[in-house]
């Protein structure tokens, strides 16, 4: 009698099914660029609006450009991008201090950049940022 594989038919089958959906999750999840997302984060400085949008303690997500800016109970702004740095994907929600990226559900301090849940282990890069004219401007100085 021949040896019986440890996979059954069945087993491989589903895992076929499988697979180009698996697949179709990468592309979801992969990094930002193609047509119609964001860019990735501001590679020239951006006026993000008013210094006061951000409160002591708090922090503001400005979708349009990646970023978020918080503010430090000391009065100090720090500005991170949103590209979560587990798969590239565009962090699309803040709750309270924390944000939280829609693709696998990493979430990252807004005050730190640190990960505060995995499967992320990077933290979010930090980005320039500073208060000029009462309006908070991000990104790599000119």
Sequence with gaps: MPARSSASRR???RGAAVAPVAGLGLAACSAPGGSGSPAATPTAQVDLGAE???AEGGAKLYRDHNVVVS???DGTLKA???IC???GCPINKLQGTTLICPCHGSEFDALTGKV???PATVPLNEL???AANGRIVAGPAD
């Design 52 to 54: 006061s949008e951000v």
């Design 85 to 87: 740095s587990h798969a």
């Design 80 to 82: 991170y991008s949103t």
């Design 71 to 73: 503010r430090g109970e």
């Design 11 to 13: 087993t491989v089958l």
């Design 128 to 130: 320039p940022v500073k």
């Design 116 to 118: 505060v849940r995995t």
